[in-house]
């Protein structure tokens, strides 16, 4: 920690508490519907609208961003945070919190995006990969830190609610007690424009990869503590349910990623989808024999589920050139946004009519879909190849901004052709 720059490590704890806040809150509300009666559509409408908000964030306050710079945007996004947060607890009313999860979307990738952008800020081409690699160490413990806090009162009543607002409140804490500016340079490179067409024909899968890595896993997320609830979990069980199916995720993206680093990712993609396939229809039985065996199965599936969108995005940029990266994965975030509004709101209507267990009924089948396409591709782009790039982990939530942080975006590199290139110029009417 103490060889990445310096306004690094005082983001991080500001990154810790708000994530702890937020992996609280996921599994909070799940639980909580299931305690008050909420029907399971209601429970899969409040994430979708979570996600429209978290999309719509993305791109309005990228603006605010440059107009009033990251730290008041921090501050404004944690603060409606902390409110919304507490309103939770206060008013329990369903279409109240549809409104409270729109605003905490927005709010939510605000926060992410001031920190993306100011980890790029900060990073240089030597030191991009470790910065990366905290902050992926940094996001996935923390979010799966705050859903084993769901054991530290009854999530029957307000004091959990009130947590998650003290959490969001103090990731302001350590930006306002250091004397620290923004991210000292942030970079501004044009990216060259791709048509969605365009992306589709050189990397199908990779779209429609990302696709449903989003309706997946916004579902997930959405209707699994729901479904602990009424499959009988005790509170405690929902917790470590929830916590040791995200910390598998950090270890299935490098040891998955390696793997695709070796192997045509299409088809690394493609068994992910059976696992998932499999995994889902044996779930269900492992939810009446134990809970151990329950867990077991799942983490196979939540494996497969959080690394989908890290190599279909990967397997995209091996078809791109350096400078559609940006723009092409800016594509990618908002098919994912698409998925992520769509899935929680439609797996809660197949365990409406299945029962708890049609939400792995949900995503068997979007798996199953998956498969199938790129068994069809896979059929009809025979002697298709090109030299892929290494691996890179994505977090579980992320904004266009993650992009720049890539090891293999180089915008100082860009830059410094460009001014290569102007100087060759003078020289030449010199």
């Known amino acids: 920690m103490r060889a990445l720059p310096a306004t690094l490590p005082v983001l991080f704890l500001c990154e810790i508490s708000f994530l702890l806040g937020h992996g609280l809150i996921m599994t909070l509300l799940g639980v909580r519907m299931s305690l008050e009666g909420f029907p399971s559509q209601m429970a899969g409408l409040l994430m979708s609208s979570f996600s429209l908000g978290f999309v719509a964030g993305s791109y309005w306050l990228e603006k605010r961003i440059r107009s009033v710079g990251h730290i008041r945007v921090f501050a404004a ?54 910065v990366l690699g905290w902050y992926m160490v940094i996001s996935t413990t923390s979010l799966a830190g705050g859903q084993w806090m769901l054991n530290l009162a009854d999530p029957g009543g307000p004091v959990l609610f009130s947590v998650v607002g003290m959490l ?50 916004q579902a997930f997320f959405a209707m699994t503590p729901y479904y602990g609830q009424e499959i009988g979990l005790t509170t405690a069980q929902t917790a470590k349910f929830m916590a040791v199916t995200t910390l598998v995720a950090l270890v299935a993206q490098w040891g998955l990623g390696r793997v695709s680093d070796r192997l045509d990712r299409r088809r690394v993609i493609l068994w992910m989808a059976i696992v998932m396939t499999v995994t889902g229809a044996l779930i269900s039985a492992a939810a009446g024999a134990s809970f151990w065996l329950l867990l077991a199965i799942a983490c196979g599936h939540t494996a497969m589920l959080h690394t989908l969108y890290s190599l279909s995005l990967a397997h995209t940029n091996d078809w791109l050139e350096p400078e559609e990266v940006v723009a092409a994965n ?8 698409i998925g992520s509004v769509i899935g929680p709101f439609s797996a ?43 691996f890179v982990a994505q977090p579980v939530m992320e904004t266009p901004h993650f992009a720049e942080i890539d090891p293999r975006y180089e915008p100082q590199q860009l830059e410094l052709d460009l001014e290569g290139e102007e100087e060759h110029t003078a020289d030449a009417v010199g």
């Open 330 to 337: 800016a594509k990618l975030m908002i098919w994912y946004g």
């Open 348 to 390: 809660s209507l197949v365990m409406q009519a299945a029962g708890p267990d049609g939400l792995w009924l949900f995503l068997g089948m979007a798996a199953f879909a998956l498969a199938m396409f790129v068994m069809v591709r896979l059929h009809g782009e025979r002697g298709k190849s090109v030299e892929q790039e290494p």
């Open 77 to 130: 996004c944690a603060a409606s945070l902390a409110v919304t947060a507490m309103l939770h607890g206060l008013w329990i009313n369903p279409w109240a919190w549809l409104v409270w999860r729109l605003i905490g979307g927005g709010a939510t990738a605000g926060l992410l995006m001031v920190m993306e952008s100011w980890v790029s800020g900060e990073s240089s081409n030597d030191n991009r990969g470790r």
């Open 168 to 217: 969001f409140a103090l990731s302001l804490v350590p930006l306002s007690i250091h004397r620290i500016q923004g991210p000292s340079r942030h970079h501004d490179v044009t990216p060259r424009k791709i048509r969605l067409s365009t992306l589709y024909r050189r990397a199908p899968v990779g779209l429609v990869g990302a696709f449903t890595g989003g309706l997946m896993v």
